[in-house]
């Protein structure tokens, strides 16, 4: 009987371990998503910053031409 025991815990232990080094895993996943996420966002930022500048100096041309 106590053998039984000694097997279930080692069992419970062996699980815990598992489901620990998962979580461990899906927790570095999920950092590495959200640092690669937020750099690309950073990026693509940047790339409609240029975007609008260029825009409105095209509009501030075409506004000029049109008044000039």
Known sequence: MAQSGIQADWQ???FIE???GSIGRI???LN???NSTRYRLA???E???S???SLEFVEAKIQK???G
Do not use: P
């Open 32 to 34: 590495e998503f959200d």
């Open 51 to 53: 975007l609008e500048r």
């Open 12 to 14: 419970a232990r062996e």
């Open 43 to 45: 990026t693509l930022n």
């Open 18 to 20: 598992v489901v620990s």
């Open 27 to 29: 927790a570095e996943f």
């Open 47 to 49: 790339k409609l910053t």
């Open 65 to 67: 031409a049109k008044s």
